[in-house]
């Protein structure tokens, strides 16, 4: 597949599960523990998937549209132990495109995954 995901998240056993399954799939993974992080990375050229755990990440509706802004062709799932998070009603109708329950699904995550792959394929004309 070669495109690879950002994971921002302080919770260690999510951080290990996205890792055992993406390396199964050829993907590069890079863990950021604060949102705020992810300023100082410009890495979303090679790595176009970028999933945030809503439940130990501080974000709301100005970050993750400030994301889109500057980056309108990367991918934002949210991963979440929680139905609803109406504090991000906004961002999760226009900008979020999947958000997971967790404890994660590892298949579920690879659907996600190749799905934009294919996507990204098709738009390139390749």
Request: negative net charge.
């Amino acid at each position: 597949m070669g495109s690879g995901i950002i994971v921002v998240s302080s919770d260690s056993e999510l951080l290990a599960q996205v890792s055992d399954a993406v390396s199964q799939l050829g993907c590069a993974v890079t863990t950021l523990r604060k949102l705020d992080d992810l300023v100082a990375h410009s890495i979303f050229s090679t790595q176009p998937n970028l999933l945030i755990d809503l439940d130990n990440v501080r974000v709301d509706n100005k970050i993750l549209r400030s994301i889109r802004r500057q980056h309108a062709r990367v991918n934002i799932m949210a991963v979440s132990s929680k139905r609803y998070h109406p504090e991000l009603r906004d961002v999760l109708r226009d900008d979020i495109v999947a958000c997971l329950k967790k404890p994660l699904d590892a298949e579920e995550l690879a659907y996600w995954l190749n799905s934009f792959a294919d996507m990204r394929h098709a738009d390139s004309g390749v």
